[in-house]
C-alpha cells in the first residue's frame, strides 16, 4: 500500500493551454475525490466517483474541467483552455465504501497559468 | 448548505504550551469528522477520526472532542513542540450527497521554540 499517488507534482502552463492531472488511488478504495486548493483557504470539493461513475460534480467544475475513472482504478482531471484562476493545488482522495472510514490524501498537483 | 469556520486563523505559541484549535459546522447532519494536518506545499494527514456517535478521540498529544448537536469541535495539542508547526484542517462528512467532506479553512500554528 503506496498511498494515494498523485502525478505531476508540479506543472506550469501557459494560459489557453490544456493540462491533466493523474491519481492512483489507494489499490481497494473505490471512492475517489478531487478537490482544489487555493492557499490560505481549505480543500474545496470538485467531483467524486464511486468505482468508474462520477456521482457528484461541483458548481466549481466548469465546462473547461473534465475528470474520468475509466476502469474503477485510476483517475484522470483535464481542464481545457487553462486560465490564470485555475491556478491552485488539485487534490485527490480515496477512501472505502465504508462511509464512517478515514479519507486519505495524496500530496497533491500544483498547477500554475502563466 | 454546510459551513465549517476554524478559529483562530493563525496561533502563535511558545514551545510546552497546551493549545486548543477550535471548529464549528452549521449542519448538524454529519456522519463524523476528521482532524487534518498540512504542512507548506504538501498534501493532508489525517490525525483523528470523530463518528458521530462518539464524543471524542486520541492519538498522543492530541485530543480531538466533538458535540454533534451544538456543531463544535475542538482539537487539544499537549505540550506544544516546534514540529508542531503547520496548518490544521477540520473536516465533516455529510451524511447525504456522497457523503463529501467538507473542510474548513484551517488553523495556521506556529511554535517557537
Known amino acids: 500500500d503506496t498511498g494515494v499517488s498523485q502525478n505531476p507534482r508540479h506543472k506550469i502552463t501557459k494560459r489557453g493551454q490544456n493540462v491533466t492531472f493523474r491519481c492512483d488511488p489507494i489499490?481497494?478504495?473505490?471512492?475517489l475525490y478531487w478537490y482544489r486548493q487555493t492557499l490560505g483557504q481549505g480543500p474545496e470539493f470538485l467531483t467524486y466517483?464511486?468505482?468508474?461513475?462520477?456521482?457528484?460534480k461541483s458548481r466549481l467544475l466548469s465546462d473547461r474541467f473534465s475528470a474520468e475513472r475509466p476502469k474503477g482504478s485510476f483517475s484522470t482531471l483535464e481542464i481545457q483552455r487553462t486560465e490564470q484562476g485555475d491556478s491552485a493545488m488539485y487534490l485527490c482522495?480515496?477512501?472505502?465504501?465504508?462511509?464512517?472510514?478515514?479519507?486519505?490524501f495524496g500530496e497533491g498537483s500544483w498547477l500554475t497559468v502563466v | 448548505k454546510q459551513e465549517v469556520t476554524q478559529i483562530p486563523a493563525a496561533l502563535s505559541v511558545p514551545e510546552g504550551e497546551n493549545l486548543v484549535l477550535n471548529c464549528s459546522f452549521t449542519d448538524s447532519a454529519i456522519y463524523n469528522l476528521q482532524w487534518f494536518r498540512q504542512d507548506p506545499g504538501k498534501g493532508l494527514t489525517s490525525l483523528l477520526l470523530i463518528q458521530s456517535s462518539q464524543r471524542e478521540q486520541t492519538s498522543g498529544r492530541l485530543n480531538a472532542s466533538l458535540d454533534k448537536s451544538s456543531g463544535r469541535s475542538t482539537l487539544y495539542i499537549a505540550a506544544s513542540q516546534p514540529g508542531d508547526s503547520a496548518t490544521y484542517l477540520c473536516?465533516?462528512?455529510?451524511?447525504?450527497?456522497?457523503?463529501?467532506?467538507?473542510f474548513g479553512a484551517g488553523t495556521r500554528l506556529f511554535v517557537k521554540a
Open positions: 489499490s481497494e478504495h473505490n471512492r
Open positions: 482522495a480515496s477512501r472505502t465504501g465504508t462511509a464512517g472510514n478515514t479519507i486519505y
Open positions: 473536516a465533516v462528512r455529510q451524511e447525504t450527497g456522497g457523503f463529501k467532506t467538507i
Open positions: 466517483f464511486q468505482n468508474e461513475a462520477q456521482l457528484e
